[in-house]
């Protein structure tokens, strides 16, 4: 265990804001706090000693049991479009800002989710339940192991305090760290309320902060809104190439720094299907898998709406105009590396296509199939598909392809396996860790598959289980906004 050390004062970088951005609220205790999880690797980044006693101070300063007068901590003011439709308030109804502190050379904001009600609860209770929290913290290490923009999980602590939800569970308060989390909604708000000296003021707050070379632009607005652009373009063709789906990417849930925010109804692909949808609440099938870039658009098309006041809409108009050739260049790039092509010949995408056809007709696999071709086990793959025939000849397309490339087949698998994991988060690891947390209080196969996520490229003998096809009962896993 680390060594407790006392913790770093927090900053109150979002407070120099405009009032209306935010409100200062308190935290609202939970009984009987324990611990459930902390990430060491993290805590030590920060400067925060941690050690899972019932006694550290730490325990009740994160619970949200004991913040101390002098913090002053706040829930954030956004709206957003949920769903496609504009929904003129939401904000922080159940995360509580604890202030920023120092972060590699940087800032991070340290917040509490499911420290009770705020202003911005509506008709809710302010709080998270373990169920959900597991999920997000497993979800945003493991996707930080990917080296996908996420926000990050540096502790969650439990209550028996019951929470309804579908039905009665526990609460949990889940502490998260980001650079910021500030969101797309966070601009619509102001911009809809007709508050444009606040807009002017949060996108200079952002670029000061966030985006710093943007301000030796001519058009430091306009530059702002390219680079959120490239930045969204990005973050969605990552998670294409790793097979996840947001499940809910409202607006409200989008982040302005190209981070992945808010892990809901969130799922890898098992079975390839590219019209995958991992919410059951999502009727339409707005958020499908095949969906998540059209969504990322019109996302950035509502955030351009809103920076009205501030750019020429000629301006904004170009940098969307850029963002689908952007997304499909860093994509086929993305999926290029997976196949372990390091030239770029024009058929590509056709290769890359008629794989993914091919596996969504067999139901077959994505992270397996990636893995396996990676580890150079072409030979193995025929049995995953009722007519071999076609596999054999989309190989023998792939081997006719690889001939041209000029590096030694080792060096070319050695790269694959760098971008192809061995190791997700598949719905039902998270399921079992849960279900172990929830009715036996045993959080150890929480640490386990945080252990594993971290290193998802590696192989890890100890963790092999994990890499195995999910079993039938996967596939009943049910998930809503709720999760």
């Known amino acids: 265990m680390?060594?407790?050390?006392?913790?770093?004062?927090?900053?109150?970088?979002?407070?120099?804001?405009?009032?209306?951005?935010?409100?200062?609220?308190?935290?609202?205790?939970?009984?009987?706090?324990?611990?459930?999880?902390?990430?060491?690797?993290?805590?030590?980044?920060?400067?925060?000693?941690?050690?899972?006693?019932?006694?550290?101070?730490?325990?009740?300063?994160?619970?949200?049991?004991?913040?101390?007068?002098?913090?002053?901590?706040?829930?954030?003011?956004?709206?957003?479009?949920?769903?496609?439709?504009?929904?003129?308030?939401?904000?922080?109804?159940?995360?509580?800002?604890?202030?920023?502190?120092?972060?590699?050379?940087?800032?991070?904001?340290?917040?509490?989710?499911?420290?009770?009600?705020?202003?911005?609860?509506?008709?809710?209770?302010?709080?998270?339940?373990?169920?959900?929290?597991?999920?997000?913290?497993?979800?945003?290490?493991?996707?930080?192991?990917?080296?996908?923009?996420?926000?990050?999980?540096?502790?969650?602590?439990?209550?028996?305090?019951?929470?309804?939800?579908?039905?009665?569970?526990?609460?949990?308060?889940?502490?998260?760290?980001?650079?910021?989390?500030?969101?797309?909604?966070?601009?619509?708000?102001?911009?809809?309320?007709?508050?444009h000296d606040e807009l002017k003021a949060l996108a200079d707050f952002v670029i000061r902060h966030h985006y710093p070379d943007c301000l030796n632009t001519d058009q430091p607005y306009a530059a702002f809104f390219a680079e959120v652009c490239e930045r969204t373009a990005r973050l969605v063709a990552q998670w294409q190439a790793v097979g996840f789906c947001h499940g809910v990417m409202n607006t409200d849930n989008m982040s302005i720094l190209g981070l992945t925010l808010d892990y809901g109804p969130f799922g890898f692909l098992d079975a390839f299907d590219a019209a995958h949808i991992c919410n059951h609440s999502d009727d339409s099938g707005r958020y499908a898998y095949n969906q998540q870039p059209r969504v990322a658009l019109w996302n950035l098309q509502c955030l351009a709406s809103s920076l009205l006041p501030l750019v020429p809409e000629a301006v904004l108009l170009s940098a969307l105009q850029g963002f689908r050739p952007r997304f499909e260049t860093l994509y086929l790039g993305m999926m290029r590396a997976k196949l372990g092509l390091a030239r770029e010949l024009e058929d590509d995408w056709g290769l890359i296509e008629s794989l993914l056809l091919l596996m969504q007709a067999r139901q077959v696999d994505f992270t397996l199939l990636f893995r396996s071709l990676s580890e150079g086990a072409m030979d193995g793959i025929a049995c995953w598909f009722d007519d071999p025939h076609a596999w054999l000849a989309w190989r023998a397309r792939y081997l006719a392809r690889l001939s041209a490339e000029d590096r030694p087949e080792s060096a070319r698998l050695e790269a694959m396996r760098r971008v192809n994991p061995k190791y997700i988060l598949r719905n039902y690891l998270a399921e079992t860790a849960i279900a172990k947390a929830r009715d036996e209080r045993d959080y150890s196969e929480i640490e386990r598959l945080a252990r594993c996520l971290a290193r998802p490229f590696d192989d890890q003998p100890e963790f092999e289980s994990y890499a195995a096809l999910p079993p039938d009962w996967a596939g009943e896993i049910c998930l809503s906004c709720s999760s």
Not at 73 to 97: E, I, K, M, N
Request: aromatic share 10%; with cysteine; glycine share 10%.
């Open 2 to 195: 680390m060594k407790p050390v006392e913790f770093p004062v927090f900053g109150r970088r979002y407070q120099s804001l405009p009032a209306s951005c935010y409100r200062h609220v308190r935290p609202t205790p939970i009984p009987a706090p324990y611990w459930v999880a902390i990430n060491h690797a993290l805590a030590g980044q920060l400067g925060v000693g941690l050690d899972a006693t019932q006694d550290h101070p730490g325990l009740a300063l994160f619970a949200g049991n004991a913040a101390p007068e002098s913090l002053d901590t706040l829930a954030a003011l956004y709206s957003g479009h949920q769903f496609g439709v504009y929904v003129p308030q939401l904000g922080d109804g159940r995360a509580l800002l604890l202030g920023d502190v120092p972060w590699g050379g940087a800032r991070a904001e340290v917040q509490l989710k499911g420290a009770g009600q705020t202003p911005f609860s509506r008709m809710g209770d302010g709080r998270a339940v373990l169920r959900s929290s597991v999920r997000e913290y497993l979800c945003s290490e493991a996707m930080h192991g990917l080296g996908i923009p996420t926000t990050r999980a540096l502790c969650l602590i439990g209550s028996d305090m019951p929470v309804y939800r579908e039905q009665v569970e526990s609460a949990a308060v889940l502490t998260r760290v980001a650079q910021s989390f500030v969101r797309f909604g966070s601009f619509e708000v102001l911009c809809y309320r007709d508050l």
